[in-house]
T-cell receptor, first 114, second 113 residues
Framework: DAKTTQPDSMESTEGETVHLPCSHA???????IYWYRQVPLQGPEYVTH???QNTTNSMAFLAIASDRKSSTLILTHVSLRDAAVYHC???????????????FGKGTLLTVTP | DPKIIQKPKYLVAVTGSEKILICEQY?????MYWYRQSAKKPLEFMFS???????DNQTASSRFQPQSSKKNHLDLQITALKPDDSATYFC????????????FGSGTRLLVI
């Protein structure tokens, strides 16, 4: 499986914009970049995903480098509720077998202070 | 209303006993999964099911057996429990198609003593 590299932790203050980096130098052409986040005592929550183009939704903006070897999850106007572990995951898009699997790493622990 | 129901939320079991973790989803999804998270460790994939058929099994031990009695159910039976089985077990679901994100349940916290 292709791997991702993320910083162990990052800090922010309420109202700021946070850039969470992810490196995936060996990404394959058919692998999508997914982001999930997890707060203590809860299951992971889907944030966003992308293949090549930048994407945006109500939760975040995903910026993908033109060579796809890195991506950045951008959270604007963060609040205390955004404090979580953010996971950057590569996943082959397709049906069956190991295509379903999400492989989680340690992720980035985002701390938000008032 | 919760879209994925996991029962019980907390479970204490004696070493050597058997327990069943319940998972029901009301999202109309046709793929379901089990993940495990031990203390301070990343989530670990265990099983995936699609249309009630096993698609992938990454669990080495046969003590862990998924059971799918209905399309929206995927229970997890664990036999001969060991203290190392202590973890939070998360159920998840998705559509079985090209792109689909996962929805996770809130987990069952199992403590084996």
């Amino acid at each position: 499986d292709a791997k991702t590299t993320q910083p162990d932790s990052m800090e922010s203050t309420e109202g700021e914009t946070v850039h969470l980096p992810c490196s995936h130098a060996t990404i394959s052409g058919n692998e999508y970049i997914y982001w999930y986040r997890q707060v203590p005592l809860q299951g992971p929550e889907y944030v966003t995903h992308g293949l090549q183009q930048n994407t945006t939704n109500s939760m975040a903006f995903l910026a993908i480098a033109s060579d796809r070897k890195s991506s950045t999850l951008i959270l604007t106007h963060v609040s205390l509720r955004d404090a979580a572990v953010y996971h950057c995951i590569l996943r082959v898009e397709g049906r069956g077998g190991s295509n379903y699997k999400l492989t989680f790493g340690k992720g980035t622990l985002l701390t938000v202070t008032p | 209303d919760p879209k994925i129901i996991q029962k019980p939320k907390y479970l204490v079991a004696v070493t050597g006993s058997e327990k069943i973790l319940i998972c029901e989803q009301y999202l109309g999804h046709n793929a379901m999964y089990w993940y495990r998270q031990s203390a301070k460790k990343p989530l670990e994939f265990m099983f995936s099911y699609s249309y009630q058929k096993l698609m992938d099994n990454q669990t080495a031990s046969s003590r862990f057996q998924p059971q799918s009695s209905k399309k929206n159910h995927l229970d997890l039976q664990i036999t001969a429990l060991k203290p190392d089985d202590s973890a939070t077990y998360f159920c998840a679901s998705s559509q079985d198609r090209g792109y689909s994100d996962y929805t996770f349940g809130s987990g069952t916290r199992l403590l084996v003593i």
